[in-house]
């Protein structure tokens, strides 16, 4: 579940505690959380004893950079989620892989699915990855209209499924895409190249919007909690939801009754209203 705005969220939690420190130990208790690296060993080999110069993001990968050309990349898959702990800390459950940085504070990631994953990767190796091949990020490198455009002309293929194409733009996801088009005014379903020039423009103005305001509420914690912020607290945003999840309740803009269609096996939550 988490998106762009919750990993957003999640990596200006961690920069101040991460950032100038020194990795004394990775503990792995999970080998499918490591899953991307030939031995399970090698994650805990390539980042101890090494110091953290930038803890940065693109699309929902965190990827922190370590000295000597290292970056420690991390996905959070469907359900998870990291804490920052001291030593001694209650464990929550599914506590897969636990950071111990020299300052004595521990970053701890929670994954119920084993989704997500971290592994640590050089620069020849980061390339090669799903992380060299995403498309530019959807809140620090947002295409221009005309190239956003270009990406959609001809392609007959929803909307939706394409906004949640990570090499279109990165870090979109379910519950984002669905507010995204609501703000929009575009109903989901619509093949990409029926958009026109105007419509385009108007999809590219509620990206920065929506994206904004849910970093600013620290990101949408779901009834499952499956998403906290590192210190324990619920994103905010679940409040402000004007789309997702709001089957049956009335379109906050225009009255109407948002409804719920599946849309390449994805529940997309919309108003017939004032979505066309």
Known sequence: MPELPEVETTRRHLAPVLEGATIVSAEVRRPRMVRRHERPGDFA??????????????????????????????????????????????????????????????????????????????????????????????????????????????????????????????GLGNIYVDEILHRARLRPDRPAGSLDQTEVKRLRAAIGPVLSAGIRDGGTSLDDLAYLLPDGRTGEYTARLRAYGR???????????????????????WCPGCQA
């Not at 998870?80 to 950071?99: C, K, L, Q, Y």
């Not at 990855?129 to 947002?142: K, M, N, Q």
């Open 45 to 170: 080999d390539r980042v101890l004893g090494r110091r953290v110069d930038r803890v940065g993001r693109h699309g929902k990968f965190l990827l922190t950079g370590l000295e000597g050309d290292i970056t420690w990349v991390t996905h959070l898959g469907m359900s998870g989620r990291m804490s920052v702990n001291r030593p001694g800390d209650p464990e929550a459950p599914h506590t897969n892989v636990v950071i111990r940085l020299d300052s004595g504070s521990e970053v701890r990631m929670v994954d119920p699915r084993t989704f997500g994953f971290v592994a640590a990767f050089t620069p020849e190796e980061l390339a090669r990855t799903l992380v060299g091949r995403i498309g530019p990020d959807a809140y620090e490198s947002l295409p221009t209209s005309r190239r956003l455009g270009d990406s959609l002309a001809r392609r007959t293929a929803p909307i939706k499924a394409l906004l949640l194409d990570q090499r279109v733009v990165s």
């Open 247 to 269: 089957e049956g309740e009335q379109c906050r803009r225009c009255g109407g009754v948002i409804v719920r269609s599946t849309i390449r096996a994805r529940s997309s939550y």
